[in-house]
C-alpha cells in the first residue's frame, strides 16, 4: 500500500493520474456533444428538454456525473501541481539550451486549461446549477398525437413549486411535461459576450486537447509505432477540430438566429 502511494505522489504517478482523469474527460466530451446536438432538432426543444431530463433523472446517469465531476477537480490540481513543480524546476537555468521545437499548446497548457476550467464554471452555473437546484428555469408541456405523430408545445407553469416532470394520457394524446433548458440554451445564447467566450473556450480546447489528448498515451506508454499515428490522427481530428467545431457551432447558430427574431 505505501508503495503503491508512492508511486501516486511521485511526479510519474501525477502523470498518470493526469492522463487516465484526462482520458475519462475525452470521452465523456463525445457522448455530451451527441446529446447537445439535439439542440439542432426542429422540434420545439422536444428532444433536447427529453435528454437533459433523462441526464438529471437517471440514477446510473447521476454516479457517472459525480465521477465526472471529481475528474474535472481532480485533473485541475494535479495540473496546479506539475506545473508548480516543473516552474521550480526551471527556476535554476541550463548552462545549454536546447533548440528542440516545442509547440504553442504543449507550452501553454496551463493557460489553456485555466480558461476552460473558468468556462466549465460559467457553463455549468448558467445550466446545470440553475436546472438543478433554482426555479429559474421554465417548463414546457409537450401534446404529442400517438395516432399522428403530431406534437405541439405550449409554456407550462407547475401549481406545486417541487415539480419536476411528468407524462400523462387523453386518448390517443400523450402529454409530457418537463423542465424547458432549450429555452435556457436559446437565451443564453442569443448574448454575443456569451458566445464569445463559448468561442473562445472551445479554441482553447482545441488547443489543449491537440497536445493532451496524445501525451496521454505516452504517459500510460501506448507509444508502439503500430498504434502512434492511430491516436495520433483521432487526437488531431475527432478531438481538437470535430469536437471544439461542433460545440463552437451551437452558440453561433443560436446567436445567427436570435438576430432574425
Known amino acids: ?23 475519462f474527460l475525452s470521452v465523456f466530451l463525445i457522448v455530451h456533444l451527441a446529446g447537445n446536438l439535439l439542440l439542432f432538432s426542429n422540434d420545439n426543444g422536444y428532444s433536447f428538454n427529453m435528454y437533459a431530463n ?43 539550451h536546447t533548440k528542440s521545437p516545442v509547440s504553442f499548446s504543449s507550452k501553454n497548457m496551463g493557460l489553456l486549461g485555466s480558461i476552460i476550467f473558468l468556462f466549465i464554471v460559467i457553463h455549468m452555473g448558467d445550466f446545470w446549477y440553475k436546472y438543478k437546484f433554482t426555479h429559474t428555469v421554465g417548463y414546457k408541456e409537450y401534446r404529442t398525437n400517438l395516432l399522428t405523430g403530431e406534437r405541439t408545445a405550449t409554456e407550462f407553469t407547475p401549481e406545486k413549486p417541487d415539480f419536476e416532470h411528468s407524462q400523462t394520457f387523453e386518448g390517443n394524446t400523450e402529454i409530457t411535461r418537463v423542465k424547458d433548458l432549450h429555452a435556457r ?16 473556450a472551445m479554441v482553447a480546447l482545441s488547443f489543449h486537447l491537440k497536445h493532451g489528448f496524445q501525451s496521454a498515451f ?24 470535430i469536437i471544439p467545431l461542433g460545440f463552437a457551432a451551437m452558440p453561433i447558430v443560436y446567436y445567427i438566429q436570435s438576430l432574425g427574431k
Not at 447521476?62 to 526551471?90: D, G, M, Q, S
Open 54 to 96: 433523462f441526464l438529471t433523472h437517471f440514477p446510473p446517469i447521476e454516479v457517472i456525473a459525480y465521477i465526472l465531476y471529481l475528474c474535472i477537480i481532480v485533473h485541475t490540481i494535479y495540473a496546479i501541481v506539475l506545473t508548480t513543480i516543473n516552474r521550480k524546476a526551471r527556476s535554476v537555468d541550463y548552462a545549454v
Open 185 to 200: 440554451v436559446a437565451s443564453s445564447f442569443s448574448m454575443l459576450w456569451y458566445v464569445a467566450i463559448y468561442v473562445i
Open 1 to 23: 500500500m505505501s508503495e503503491l502511494k508512492q508511486t501516486f505522489n511521485s511526479s510519474l504517478g501525477k502523470k498518470l493520474i493526469m492522463a487516465l482523469t484526462g482520458l
Open 218 to 241: 505516452h504517459t500510460v506508454g501506448w507509444v508502439h509505432r503500430k498504434y502512434k499515428p492511430i491516436y495520433e490522427f483521432i487526437g488531431t481530428w475527432l478531438f481538437s477540430v
